[in-house]
C-alpha cells in the first residue's frame, strides 16, 4: 500500500510538471499570436487587393498584350508549395496541411507523380519531414524561412517559382497553407499561384478599364512579380498565426485534461490513503485482541 501511494504522488507531481510548461507554452504562443496576428490583418486587405487588381489586369488583357505568367498550358511538370510549422505541439496543424499536400498530389496530379514531374518546395520543417518520409519528391532550399522571417526570403521563393514557370521547368504552381480565421479556426487552401488566374466575366458586366502610366506592357511587367511576392508572403503570414492559434489551443486544451487527470489522480490518492489507514487501524484493533485474550 505505501508503494502505491508514492507512485500516485509521483504521477501528481509529473502531471502538475507538465501543466506548468503547456500554461507557459499557452502563455507564450497567445504572445506570438498577438504579433502574427495583428501583422495578416493588415496585410491581407492590401494583398487581396492587388491580387484582385491582378487578375482584372489579365483578363481585361488585349490579344498583343504579352502575359507569360498568364499562359495556360498542359500540366505536365506541377510544383507544390508547401506551408507549414518548424515546430509540432500544435495539434493537427501541421498534420492537417500534410494531409491536404497529400490529397492534392492523388486527385490531381497522380500521373505527374508517377512520371516523376512533381515538386514540393517546403517552407517549414514538419512538412519538410512527414513528406520526405512519405517518399514523396520534396527540397529544403527555402524551408528555415520561418528561422528568421521577411519579405527578402519569401521573395527570393517567389522569384525563384516565376522563374521555373517562365522557363517552363513548371507548368502549373500551387500553394498549400492555413487561412488564418481566429485563435482556434484555421481553413486548409490549395491555391493556385501561377499561372494568374482570370476572373471569370458574367455575361453583360463590363471588363475593369485601366488607365496605364507608362505604357501598359512595361507596367504589367513590373506589377506582376511584385504582387505575386505579395501573395505568397500573405499565405506565409497566415501559416504564421496560423500555427501559434493553433498551439495556444492545443496547450489550453492540455491544460485542461491536466486538470481532469489531478482530480482523478488526487481521488486515487485519497481512497488508497484511507484504505491504507483503515488497514493501519484493523491491524492495530487486532492487536489489541489479541493481547486481551
Known amino acids: 500500500m505505501p508503494g502505491q501511494l508514492k507512485e500516485v504522488r509521483n504521477r501528481?507531481?509529473?502531471?502538475?510538471?507538465?501543466?506548468q510548461i503547456t500554461k507557459a507554452m499557452k502563455m507564450v504562443s497567445a504572445a506570438k499570436l498577438r504579433r502574427a496576428q495583428d501583422a495578416i490583418i493588415q496585410m491581407r486587405p492590401y494583398a487581396q487587393k492587388l491580387q484582385e487588381m491582378l487578375r482584372n489586369i489579365v483578363s481585361s488583357a488585349e490579344g498583343d498584350l504579352s502575359m507569360s505568367l498568364a499562359e495556360q498550358r498542359p500540366v505536365e511538370r506541377v510544383l507544390l508549395i508547401v506551408i507549414t510549422s518548424d515546430r509540432g505541439l500544435?495539434?493537427?496543424?501541421?498534420?492537417?496541411?500534410?494531409?491536404?499536400?497529400?490529397?492534392?498530389?492523388?486527385?490531381?496530379?497522380?500521373?505527374?507523380?508517377?512520371?516523376?514531374?512533381?515538386?514540393?518546395?517546403?517552407?517549414?520543417k514538419k512538412g519538410y519531414?512527414?513528406?520526405?518520409?512519405?517518399?514523396f519528391p520534396t527540397q529544403d532550399t527555402y524551408k528555415d524561412i520561418f528561422l528568421h522571417l521577411s519579405f527578402e526570403q519569401v521573395q527570393a521563393a517567389a522569384q525563384a517559382a516565376i522563374e521555373g514557370f517562365q522557363n517552363k521547368t513548371f507548368d502549373h504552381v500551387e500553394i498549400i497553407y492555413s487561412e488564418f480565421k481566429n485563435a482556434a479556426t484555421q481553413r486548409y487552401v490549395a491555391e493556385?499561384?501561377?499561372?494568374?488566374?482570370k476572373v471569370e466575366q458574367v455575361s453583360g458586366s463590363k471588363k475593369a478599364d485601366f488607365i496605364f502610366e507608362p505604357e501598359k506592357a512595361t507596367l504589367v511587367a513590373e506589377l506582376m512579380p511584385k504582387i505575386l511576392n505579395t501573395q505568397l508572403y500573405k499565405a506565409v503570414l497566415d501559416c504564421h498565426a496560423s500555427e501559434h492559434g493553433a498551439r495556444?489551443?492545443?496547450?489550453?486544451?492540455?491544460?485542461?485534461?491536466?486538470?481532469?487527470?489531478?482530480?482523478?489522480?488526487?481521488?486515487?490518492?485519497?481512497?488508497?490513503?484511507?484504505?491504507?489507514?483503515?488497514?493501519?487501524?484493523?491491524?492495530?484493533?487486532?492487536?489489541?485482541?489479541?493481547?486481551?485474550?
Open 90 to 124: 500544435c495539434g493537427a496543424y501541421n498534420a492537417n496541411l500534410v494531409k491536404l499536400a497529400k490529397q492534392r498530389i492523388s486527385e490531381s496530379y497522380a500521373n505527374q507523380l508517377a512520371k516523376g514531374n512533381v515538386t514540393i518546395w517546403n517552407i517549414g
Open 248 to 293: 495556444m489551443t492545443a496547450m489550453d486544451k492540455a491544460t485542461e485534461n491536466a486538470n481532469e487527470l489531478l482530480k482523478s489522480l488526487k481521488i486515487s490518492y485519497n481512497r488508497a490513503r484511507q484504505a491504507a489507514i483503515t488497514t493501519e487501524l484493523t491491524e492495530i484493533v487486532s492487536g489489541a485482541a489479541a493481547l486481551k485474550g
Open 129 to 135: 519531414e512527414s513528406l520526405t518520409k512519405a517518399g
Open 12 to 19: 501528481i507531481k509529473s502531471v502538475q510538471s507538465t501543466q
Open 192 to 197: 493556385t499561384f501561377l499561372p494568374i488566374q
